[in-house]
């Protein structure tokens, strides 16, 4: 990609309303717009590093059987009032309105009834047990405090995965196995250290849920945690019985550890609750009728996006761990169009692009050095590549890696070498 041709641009300044370091970095990288309060647009740099996220999250749901679906955000009241959530839900987060016929509709903002009612429509017998489907889409919310960025949007993304099972005990192996396997891979992938926290139930259930927690000092949560790399035991403050500056109970070593963390994710068991409302049964060996188990499994990739940027960023700009990177490598010619650099630059564009290595080339020549390098440094690609008359004189060109402090001058050979 031709940096000059790049649609979003760079901004010089911090944006005036945001105060979210995740927010001031991708307004001012170019990554997304804001349009309002909790409202974001996402830019061709943003949307790869999103796309990254969520090719991440579909390989691993995929992993463990999950099948891809794309439900509705538009609803209509009478789903909802069958499970008793158009009117809880109303109160606290769902956007409902009328329609110009009169009809009550509303946005979703989670999926469960959704989820159970499709379900129903595929579910009869313990043969068609278990099932899990999961889709990446759009949430509404009437957030209050939409302060944060990308982190609590009114119009976000989410991940949700609803599992279904003809037992607890069923529903206690697949949830496990999601926690273990999909949700730590997940994370780790995109590279964040996530706590695996028990929280409250919150709307859907009595009992523990599992949220997945990153240590940030702009999280909105506070965790007690073990400080023991072994043991990482933690509990979300809203129910904590753990104690700061305790010794873990878990595993009898550990100091407990209190921090303000990011909850990236959220797995819950919903027992039969939704299949009940939703009239989602199944018959068993004998034809007995019983309520489908379910489970639901949440990800926000725009939150998982935001605390990548606040946990990998530093005075100059982001630094985009290499999983996520919307390009691997920053192309950077110095010099006039027709100068021997920027030619020699051209070659290793097009011989990079050749390659598959994802590459931005800034070919703009109408900005000085410093303001290009500010700009690499702002947009955080793993890799800077720098042409010049003086790169060219030691018949080399500079590569360095963001958050290195030195770079080096080496082969253009060794630079796709070393990036692929
Ligand atoms: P919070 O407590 O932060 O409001 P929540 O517990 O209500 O979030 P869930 O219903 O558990 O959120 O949603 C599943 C996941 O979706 C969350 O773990 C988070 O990653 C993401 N998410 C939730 N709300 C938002 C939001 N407003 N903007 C962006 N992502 C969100
Ligand atoms: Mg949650």
Not at 24 to 50: C, I, N, T
Not at 208 to 230: K, R, W
Not at 410 to 416: H, I, K, L, T
Request: glycine share 8%; hydrophobic share 40%; aromatic share 10%.
């Amino acid at each position: 990609m031709r940096q000059s041709r790049l649609f979003g641009k760079t901004l010089r300044e911090d944006p005036k309303d945001e105060v979210a370091a995740n927010a001031r970095l991708l307004e001012r990288g170019g990554f997304v717009y804001k349009s309002m309060a909790g409202v974001y647009e996402y830019l061709p740099l943003g949307l790869r590093v999103l796309d990254r996220i969520n090719a991440i999250i579909r390989e691993e749901m995929n992993a463990i059987g999950g099948q891809e679906v794309f439900f509705a955000a538009l609803q209509p009241k009478d789903r909802w009032e069958k499970s008793g959530r158009w009117k809880v839900l109303g109160e606290e987060v769902m956007y409902q309105f009328k329609d110009h016929s009169g009809r009550e509709l509303g946005l979703a903002s989670t999926h469960e009834e959704v989820a159970a009612e499709a379900a129903a429509r595929s579910i009869y017998s313990y043969k068609d047990l278990p099932l899990f489907i999961y889709q990446i889409q759009v949430k509404f919310r009437d957030e209050l405090r939409a302060k944060s960025g990308l982190m609590r949007g009114r119009e976000f993304f989410m991940k949700d995965l609803y599992s279904f099972h003809a037992d607890a005990a069923d529903l206690e192996r697949f949830y496990w196995k999601s926690a273990d396997r999909a949700y730590r891979k997940i994370f780790t992938r995109c590279g964040l250290d996530a706590y695996l926290t028990e929280a409250s139930g919150g709307t859907f259930t009595k009992e523990f849920t599992h949220e997945y927690q990153v240590l940030s000092g702009a999280g909105e949560d506070l965790i007690f945690y073990c400080a023991n790399p072994a043991c990482r035991y933690a509990q979300n403050r809203e129910i904590a019985t753990l104690q700061d500056g305790g010794r873990c109970p878990k595993c009898d070593d550990g100091k407990i550890t209190m921090g303000k963390s990011i909850e990236v994710g959220n797995i819950f068991r919903l027992g039969t609750r939704y299949a009940e409302a939703m009239g989602l049964f199944y018959a068993d060996k004998d034809g007995k009728k019983h309520p489908v188990v379910m489970g639901s499994y949440g990800i926000g990739p725009g939150r998982v996006m935001a605390t990548v940027v606040e946990t990998h960023r530093d005075e100059r700009g982001i630094m985009w761990p290499d999983a996520l990177a919307p390009y691997a490598a920053h192309l950077i010619a110095l010099g006039a169009d027709d100068s021997r650099a920027r030619k020699e630059a051209e070659k290793i564009y097009a011989q990079m692009e050749k390659k598959g290595i994802a590459v931005l080339y800034d070919d703009r020549a109408d900005k000085t050095a410093g303001e290009r390098f500010a700009d690499a440094d702002l947009i955080g690609l793993p890799w800077r590549v720098v042409v010049s008359e003086k790169t060219m004189e030691k018949k080399g060109v500079e590569i360095k890696r963001r958050g290195d402090a030195k770079s080096r001058i080496v082969s253009a050979a060794d630079v796709f070498k070393r990036i692929s």
